[in-house]
């Protein structure tokens, strides 16, 4: 069993030596679409990191009528909030808080000319209310909104909404162009290992005709497949991890000073990991494809 | 035993190769179907070893259905068949001892078995001498007896030569059904010669069916009758 398995790996490791150029040219297609690959998870991950913080940032802010400030009709509405799905956190801030939030956002001057009103503050009680995904906030400020005792409710309008949907399209963007990479890599392993089969067909033909099993003529095929996988993701997981070392340091970890990039330590290693990965998956499938299709076409 | 029942072969193309053929094979016979090229003799074998699915009827191999066989199982049915062709095909890269072991390394023979059985078929061919000699360092007839050595090396129960000595002078011709009968004679193995060549057949005479068209125009039994 053992001795069979050893043989696979070395008949596929003699099979690239075989084909060796070959092998090398789809390597390095595997390698440029891996390192586009590394590029977009890398910027959609940083993008994912910034946008979450923005989102959850993000709050609505529900303020409370008048009429409905007493305990028991407060503790209604954040019962009442809180049934609503999606909803995060509900943070009370009392109208005494939310004077002293806005007159600190004012300047000195001003901030003496609130002071004097303080005594007849006309802001309400509010319950900050944070979601689970922004794309829920238009759905739950209306919900929240049709709450009694629930004065105004305040999300930032569509500027909000706009923002949330742009970052959700980035996201999904990002992900299909990386799906896209992946099935391009696999039909690079797969055109290579036809051309190799093809230059091996009178050794299959041979291999069927003593009673050989598929899977006995598949397996070095597929170990070739996975080295060149493994091969072709090697230069793009170097590069990965010494450039994006190199921007972190040269940027001083974040970009044009406002967006925070992700710590490289253990971010980067996950994304080689996942090249690596990749780039043996795409292989492994690609050669598959190819030989399964060569080999039902015979008996 | 071989027991073709109304078999037909039609192929994608529309090609009819055979029609309502019916025949019966003992075990360890000594058989030739001759016919001329295109008779459909090519049909009949891959029919045989599993390459091709009949179109009506049906091949009955050693109690195999073999048009039945799923796609899965047809290695392991093929290792009861050896088959050898006018091109040799041996693997160039390999040397005649290394040819055959790889009829036994593909059915997972122990290493030590391995070596013992591809000794005993080298010395059976009467090849032994040659045995770390690539193809290339061999003549056409040499190369036939390596081929024939990895076709019985797995003790298949029928063995199937297609064309056997089309490239091949007459008396290495001869050698070669010589060896065929020697296996015949001592492995018990069912033979199926395919050929053209009416000169083997009438040195070594044996069963013979002839086929024509498609069709089985004759089945003579050793001595012509």
């Known amino acids: ?299 | 035993m071989i027991s073709i029942k109304n078999v037909s072969k039609t192929y994608h193309n529309g090609t009819h190769a055979l029609y309502d053929i019916n025949l019966e094979i003992q075990d360890s016979e000594f058989v030739y179907i001759v016919g001329p090229t295109g008779s459909g003799k090519s049909t009949l074998i891959k029919l045989l070893d599993g390459e091709e699915i009949p179109s009506k009827g049906e091949v009955i191999v050693q109690g195999i259905d073999v048009g039945k066989l799923k796609h899965s199982k047809v290695p392991l049915y093929r290792r009861n068949i050896g088959v050898v062709f006018q091109d040799y095909r041996l693997l160039p890269r390999k040397t005649a001892f290394e040819n055959v072991a790889y009829a036994l390394e593909v059915v997972d023979a122990p290493k030590d078995e391995l070596r013992k059985r591809v000794r005993e078929v080298l010395k059976l061919v009467d090849i032994s001498d040659k045995s770390n000699a690539f193809p290339s360092e061999l003549s056409g007839g040499q190369q036939q007896r390596v081929a024939i050595a990895r076709a019985i090396a797995n003790r298949p129960k029928i063995l199937i030569a297609d064309e056997p000595t089309g490239n091949l002078d007459p008396k290495k011709s001869d050698e070669i059904i010589r060896l065929l009968e020697k296996i015949n004679r001592e492995e018990k193995t069912t033979i199926l010669i395919v050929t053209h060549d009416i000169e083997i057949v009438r040195h070594h005479p044996k069963r013979m069916i002839a086929i024509d068209n498609g069709h089985v125009v004759a089945d003579l039994a050793e001595g012509g009758n």
């Open chain 1, 1 to 299: 069993m053992f001795h069979r398995f050893f043989r696979h790996i070395k008949e596929g490791f003699i099979g690239v030596g075989r084909h060796f150029g070959m092998a090398i040219s789809s390597a390095s297609a595997v390698m440029i679409t891996l390192v586009l690959i590394a590029v977009f998870v890398i910027l959609t991950w940083n993008i994912q990191t910034v946008t979450s913080t923005i989102e959850s940032s993000i709050s609505i802010v529900a303020s409370i009528d008048y009429e409905a400030e007493s305990e028991s009709s407060r503790s209604n509405i954040e019962t009442a909030i809180k049934a609503i799905p999606g909803i995060d956190t509900v943070e009370f801030r009392d109208k005494d808080e939310e004077f002293t939030y806005y007159a600190e956002m004012q300047g000195e001057e001003e901030r003496d000319f609130y002071e004097q009103y303080r005594s007849s503050n006309p802001f309400h009680d509010v319950f900050l209310v944070s979601v689970e995904d922004g794309l829920d906030i238009q759905e739950i400020t209306s919900q929240i909104a049709t709450i009694n005792g629930v004065y105004g409710v305040y999300d930032g309008g569509t500027n909000t909404y706009t923002l949330v949907s742009l970052f959700a399209n980035i996201r999904i963007f990002g992900g299909a162009l990386v799906i896209a990479l992946c099935l391009l890599a696999t039909y690079l392993v797969y055109n290579t290992i036809k051309i190799t089969i093809a230059s091996r067909k009178d050794e299959i033909w041979i291999m069927r005709n003593v009673g050989a099993k598929n899977g006995y003529i598949r397996a070095p095929f597929l170990v070739e497949g996975v080295i060149i996988g493994g091969l072709g993701s090697l230069i793009p997981i170097i590069l990965t991890i010494v450039l994006y070392y190199l921007m972190y340091d040269n940027l001083g970890g974040s970009l044009f000073g406002a967006f925070t990039l992700v710590e490289p330590f253990p971010f980067i290693l996950y994304v080689a990991l996942g090249l690596f990965v990749t780039g043996i998956g795409v292989g492994f499938i690609g050669s598959y494809i190819s030989v399964c299709k060569y080999l039902r076409l015979r008996r």
